[in-house]
C-alpha cells in the first residue's frame, strides 16, 4: 500500500512566523504535491514537483516556497505565515515520472492555524 | 479551464439505502479519480476510472469519457459512509476537484 504521511495533524503558529510542513512517502514516487483544502474553495494546488531539486508552481503559490531535497520528501514553507494561510494542508504522490494525471495519493492532512 | 460539478449536493441517507453521485465535467480528461474525505480530512482513493465499470464491494463507479460523466454507486449504506465525496479529473498537467457530495448516513 502507498503510504504518504505529513509531520503534523494539528498546528497553531502565530503572524510572522516561518512555518515548515513535512510530507514523506514510501513507495519511490517521482511527483509529489502539495495542496490546500478551503470551504466553498475546493482543494487548490499550490506547489508540485516532478524530480528532487524540482519545482513548479500550481495555482496559488504565492507566499509559499517548497523544497524537494530527497526523492521521498516534500517540504511547504510558509516564509512569514499570515491568517489567511490558515487552512487544510494535504500532500500527495503519483507515478510514474512527469505523468501527473496518474493516480495521486494522499497524505492525512494538516490543519493549520494561523493566529 | 475546465469544469467539473458533482451533485447532489448533499445527500441525508437512512443505512442500507442506496445512493448515485454524478460528476460532470466540461473538457476531455486523462484520468477520474473518485476520493472519499472521512470526518478526519484523509482522503481515501476509491477508484480510479478514467472509462468503464469498476466495482469494489458495495461501491462501484462508471466513467463515460465520451459524454463527460462518471457515476460513483454506493449501495446498503453504512455509517462508516459519511463524508464527502469527491471527484477529481486530470486535465493537462493537474488535477482538478469538484466541489464534493456531503454524504450523511443515519442508523
Known amino acids: 500500500d502507498v503510504k504518504v504521511t505529513q509531520s503534523s495533524r494539528y498546528l497553531v503558529k502565530r503572524t510572522g512566523e516561518k512555518v515548515f510542513l513535512e510530507c514523506v512517502q514510501d513507495m519511490d514516487h517521482e511527483n509529489m504535491f502539495w495542496y490546500r483544502q478551503d470551504p466553498g474553495l475546493g482543494l487548490r494546488l499550490i506547489y508540485f514537483s516532478y524530480d528532487v531539486k524540482m519545482k513548479e508552481k500550481g495555482d496559488i503559490p504565492e507566499g509559499y516556497s517548497v523544497s524537494r531535497e530527497k526523492k521521498e520528501r516534500f517540504s511547504l514553507i510558509l516564509e512569514s505565515a499570515s491568517t489567511n494561510q490558515t487552512s487544510m494542508y494535504l500532500c500527495?504522490?503519483?507515478?510514474?515520472?512527469?505523468?501527473?494525471?496518474?493516480?495521486?495519493?494522499f497524505g492525512p492532512g494538516t490543519r493549520l492555524t494561523v493566529l | 479551464g475546465i469544469q467539473v460539478e458533482q451533485s447532489p449536493p448533499d445527500l441525508i441517507l437512512q443505512e442500507g439505502a442506496n445512493s448515485t453521485l454524478r460528476c460532470n465535467f466540461s473538457d476531455s480528461v486523462n484520468n477520474l479519480q473518485w476520493f472519499h474525505q472521512n470526518p478526519w480530512g484523509q482522503l481515501i482513493n476509491l477508484f480510479y476510472?478514467?472509462?468503464g465499470t469498476k466495482q469494489n464491494g458495495r461501491l462501484s463507479a462508471t466513467t463515460v469519457a465520451t459524454e463527460r460523466y462518471s457515476l460513483l454507486y454506493i449501495s446498503s449504506s453504512q455509517t462508516t459512509d459519511s463524508g464527502v465525496y469527491f471527484c477529481a479529473v486530470a486535465h493537462t498537467d493537474k488535477l482538478i476537484f469538484g466541489t464534493g457530495t456531503r454524504l450523511q448516513v443515519f442508523p
Open positions: 500527495a504522490s503519483s507515478f510514474p515520472h512527469r505523468v501527473a494525471y496518474n493516480e495521486q495519493f
Open positions: 476510472i478514467p472509462s
